[in-house]
């Protein structure tokens, strides 16, 4: 399985959006530092994610949540008590 997945920083309050195929993993690695893109931000909370068999159904996925405005937003709407 593949996972997108979406994470708050406890620390500014960001949302995250990555992809990966070993979720927890993923997650530890975020939470201690050892992803260059979020180890300012640490800790992290797991907020959401969703599963998919096929890895470039993943990507193409967190490409569109990643590049087009109206998807995240449409997803924080839909979200909006779990990603508090």
Known sequence: MYYL???KSLKDGKLYIG???DLRRRLSGHNEGKVQSTK???P??????????????TRRREAA??????VPAQL???????LQ
Not at 45 to 55: D, P, R, T
Not at 65 to 70: A, E, Q, S, V
Request: glycine share 2%; no cysteine; charged share 40%.
């Open 40 to 42: 300012t931000r640490t």
């Open 76 to 82: 924080k709407k839909r979200l909006s008590e779990s």
């Open 5 to 7: 997945y979406v994470l």
């Open 44 to 57: 992290f909370k797991l907020k959401y994610y969703e599963a998919y068999s096929a890895e470039k159904d």
């Open 19 to 21: 992809s990966t195929s």
């Open 65 to 70: 949540l990643k590049k087009d405005g109206r």
